[in-house]
């Protein structure tokens, strides 16, 4: 075997259509695009288009809405909590609360709130002033001898 008798799988190879190169390639003149129009112009793109028949997004039912009234509470498990006071992130004999809590890196931003959840293992005794939790959050942290202050109404969360 020599590198001059190296050659491709017959069929495996195709070569490039040269359009616009004189009339008698087949493909001259107006290079396969039919005659003048949008469609035979560069950077034209009449996607969703169907011919005047109804398109696909508009066959098919809308569901659902983002309600603009939504509240969007930074979330935070106490699984989560509990990792930061061992790595003594947060400091256990003040009360934490939600500029603590984004001052030590564990919430990025307040946004609406801070939301406490009862994700995790936790077995800290410590105050938490935020805006709201879970009523297994709460119960969580009081089992512990701790305080869980919510500035909304549990009934709410």
Known sequence: MKLHELHDNPGATKKRKRVGRGPGSGTGKMAGRGIKGQKSRSGVAINGYEGGQM???????????????????????????QKFIDAKKLDIKKPITEEALV?????????????????????????????????SAIAAVEALGGTLTTSSSPAAE
Do not use: Q
């Open 55 to 81: 398109p696909l997004y508009m066959r098919l039912p809308k569901r659902g809405f983002n309600n603009i009234n939504a509240k969007r509470h930074a979330v935070v498990n106490l699984g989560l909590l």
């Open 103 to 135: 001052a030590s890196g564990l919430v990025r931003r307040v946004r609406d709130g801070v939301r406490i959840l009862a994700k995790g293992e936790f077995k800290a005794k410590v105050t938490i002033e935020v805006t709201g939790a879970s009523k």
